[in-house]
């Protein structure tokens, strides 16, 4: 570019982008300046340089208002400029492709994230179940590889036991 970016100055949203109330800076002064945008279109900042950013959040030329910097065009061209620094690890390094791509979707977390963090959720759920009941978790892992817990399992038995033979009164 032979201009410099010229910063929105003021409240910058989670995104990176400039915000004046809940319109994007950018497009607020283009309108203001230039007219409506046409439906179906969209202005991307072609001050992006992929060698010095990667066009998330933290990137400089998102907070840009310089309208020489703006150009008019539709959503598919200005994915086409982000499409070569498409993400191909998720942020735990698993490729997102296959099966862990499907899921992903824009997600913070790939399908193989989702099933650990899943798990671990469980894993959690089931020691403080343990702790409600009075006692820590002594785990175990069964012939068919499931996990359980060796107190709960007897206090169960021992119940189902004593149930069965209570008198009828």
Not at 109 to 120: F, G, I, K, S, V
Request: aromatic share 4%.
């Amino acid at each position: 570019m032979e201009t410099l970016c010229t910063p929105w100055p003021g409240r910058i949203n989670v995104d990176g982008y400039g915000t004046i109330g809940k319109d994007l800076a950018h497009r607020r002064v283009w309108i203001e300046s230039r007219g409506p945008i046409p439906e179906g279109m969209t202005l991307d900042h072609m001050c992006h340089d992929p060698e010095v950013c990667d066009m998330k959040s933290e990137c400089p030329h998102r907070r840009c208002v310089n309208l020489d910097h703006l150009a008019m065009v539709t959503a598919a061209q200005n994915r086409e400029r982000v499409a070569p620094r498409r993400k191909t690890h998720c942020l735990r390094g698993h490729a997102l492709e296959g099966e862990n791509l499907k899921l992903y979707s824009g997600l913070r977390h790939c399908a193989t994230c989702r099933r650990d963090l899943l798990r671990e959720r469980r894993a959690i759920a089931k020691v403080k179940g343990c702790r409600a009941r009075g006692h820590e978790r002594d785990e175990q892992v069964g012939a068919d590889g499931r996990r359980f817990c060796v107190i709960c399992i007897t206090d169960n038995a021992v119940k189902a036991t004593t149930a069965r033979w209570q008198p009828v009164t």
